[in-house]
Structure formats: C-alpha cells, structure tokens
C-alpha cells in the first residue's frame, strides 16, 4: 500500500509549472509559424509581381492584336454580310426544282401528275399543291400514305373526287336480282332479252369520236378520261425553307452604304414568292 503523504498545493504547483511552459512553447511555435507564412507569401508576391511585369509586353502586344482585328472584322461586316446574301440568292434558284425533285420521288406509277406548284408557309415551311388524275376511290386512299413518305410531311388535304362506282339498286318489279349500275344510268331489267333491248334503245355506249377530257385533239390539256377524276392535294412541309433572303433588311442592319431609306410604316418585307409552277401537258 503506498501513502501520499505531501499537502496538496505542492502537487498542483508542479502542474501549474508545466502548463505555463507548454503556454510559452505553443506561444513560440505560433510566431515562428506565422512569421514563416509572411516571409513566404511576400517571396511569392514578389515573384508573381516580377513574373508579371515581364509578361506585360506580350500581353499588351496580344490586346492591340486582338483590337486591331475587331477593327477589321467591324470594317469587313458589310462586305460579309453581302457575299452571304449573295450565296443565299444563288441557292434560292434550285431550291424550288429540288423540292419538285423530291416530291415527284415519292408519286406512284398510278398517279397522273398534271401541276405541282410550292409556295411559303411561314419560317422554315412550305405547302406543297398537287394536281392530278385517278379513276378509284382505292388510289383516292392509297395516295394520302404515299404523300405522308415525304419527309417533313406534316398535314394533307385532298379536294375533287368524284365517287362513281356502281352500286345495287333497289329491287324493282322489272328488276329483281339488283344489277349494279352507276348513278345516271338507266334501270335494266332482269330478263336477259328485256336487257338487251334496253341497251340498244339507250345507246349508252358512245359510237363515235367524243373528245372527252381533251383526248384526240392537237392542242390542249388532257383532262381525266372517263371514269376518272381531277384531284387536288395539298401537303404541309416542315423544315423546308422557301422564303426569299431580303436584300433590302440585310443592308440596313450592317449599315451598307447605298441602302434604301426604309418606308414610312416600316420596312416591311416582300410578300414571299410563290415560286414557278411546274406544269406539263400529256400527249
């Protein structure tokens, strides 16, 4: 068993010494440190500082460079802007025929293309008229998938069908097995020899030179031949840009000499061209 025999206060005398010397010790350490760090970041000050004043004159070289070229860039704007819109003006004599190329691709052999005419519609669009013959509510039908393989077809509309197919009747005392006929015909009876004098005395079928829908003749337009239709359709493209560059707006926002002083109520835009009219006659 071991006894402390010593007062108290000369045990914590003893503590006291040692923490006013580990005070002082941090104290030093803390000073050394901080003196350290002020001569080291004013070595580095002064390096950065040399570092950059010999960097200075390539620096300016390089910003009297780059001003100089601002200079020729804003001189050259016009010039620019011209040879852009004379790269557009000369692109804008084919698009019309490529886009006639494109659609005209996609017409099926049982289609009789008689014009095709394109137009603007707004930016980047473009509405696309189709005119021409079919003779079956079937190719009236065939003839929408056909157009929506145009690429960029966005909406279609079709105009001028003339639905004529035969059709059974309503039975009759003179015919009751219903024989199919197309509206404007004449009634057949049922017996064979009654039907037989019915076409003769009716003479529906033509006997001579009629010159339906401009067939037969030197000069014209061929139209339908019987049986057929005149359709019309209308197809709505996205992303094929038809609209003419304006000269006159392009000028005015580089500030070319020589340009046309804008009209009272703006400058307002040329109405878009609708672009030439492809249309052929058929021998």
Known sequence: M????????????????RAWLVSILLI??????AAFMIIKSKGDLDLATKEASEARPAYDATVAKAQEADTVIAQGTGY???????????????????LYRDVLGYMPA???????????????????????????????ADMMLALLRIPGAA?????????NDPAVPRLTFDDQIGIPRASGEVPLPSDPLE????MLATGSEPTDFAGVGGYGLPEGVRGPMPGGSSVTFTVTL?????QTPNPRESIRKTGGAG?????????????????????????
């Open 80 to 98: 620019a802007s011209n040879v852009r819109l004379a790269e557009a003006m000369k692109r804008q004599h084919t698009v019309y025929l490529d």
């Open 2 to 17: 071991k006894l402390n025999l010593l007062p108290p206060y000369v045990s914590k005398a003893g503590q006291s010494k």
């Open 28 to 33: 030093g350490g803390s000073l050394a440190a």
């Open 155 to 163: 909406q279609i509309s079709r105009e001028g069908f003339n639905l």
């Open 238 to 242: 996205v992303g094929r840009n038809l």
């Open 259 to 283: 340009a046309a002083p804008a009209p009272a109520g703006g400058n307002t835009p040329p109405p878009p061209n609708p672009g030439p009219t492809n249309e052929g006659e058929d021998d």
């Open 110 to 140: 049982f289609f009789r293309v008689r014009s095709i005419q394109a137009s603007p519609s707004g930016e980047g669009n473009a509405l696309v008229r189709i005119q021409g013959v079919l003779y079956s509510h079937q190719q009236y």
């Open 195 to 198: 039907r037989f004098e019915v």
